[in-house]
């Protein structure tokens, strides 16, 4: 079992910058990669970063690449979305959650098991 927390989101204006951090509890965190997915009001939830177990190689959905970031502190536990440039499309709810997959497999939400209750990132005009 592992939770997740997340924390950081927030309302920004057009081409402000948040951190998004997302706490893990267990021992376990360093076997899972890491994904970030986000979820606005009447839309599917959408993949937007992901990190391997080791931080070695990492993914992003073309909306947000170039302007974020993910990574990870094995040691704490935690991983991070660093997003800047942010537009007023990056509003949603977003969540992190753990995975087992590689490669393509890290873009789908069903490949995911452990998710957090999610942090609302609202970005203004």
């Known amino acids: 079992q592992v939770q997740l927390v997340e924390s950081g989101g927030g309302l920004v204006q057009a081409g402000g910058s948040l951190r998004l951090s997302c706490a893990a509890s267990?021992?376990?965190?360093?076997?899972?990669?890491m994904g970030w997915f986000r979820q606005a009001p009447g839309k599917e939830r959408e993949f937007v970063a992901a990190?391997?177990?080791?931080?070695?190689?990492?993914y992003y959905a073309d909306s947000v690449k170039g302007r974020f970031t993910i990574s990870r502190d094995n040691a704490k536990n935690t991983v991070f979305l660093q997003m800047n440039s942010l537009k007023p499309e990056d509003t949603a709810f977003y969540y992190c959650?753990?995975?087992?997959?590689?490669?393509?497999?890290?873009?789908?939400?069903?490949?995911?098991?452990?998710w957090g209750q999610g942090t609302q990132v609202t970005v203004s005009s």
């Open positions: 990190i391997r177990r080791s931080g070695g190689s990492t």
């Open positions: 959650a753990t995975t087992t997959a590689e490669a393509m497999g890290v873009f789908y939400p069903r490949n995911y098991r452990y």
């Open positions: 267990g021992r376990t965190f360093s076997s899972y990669g």
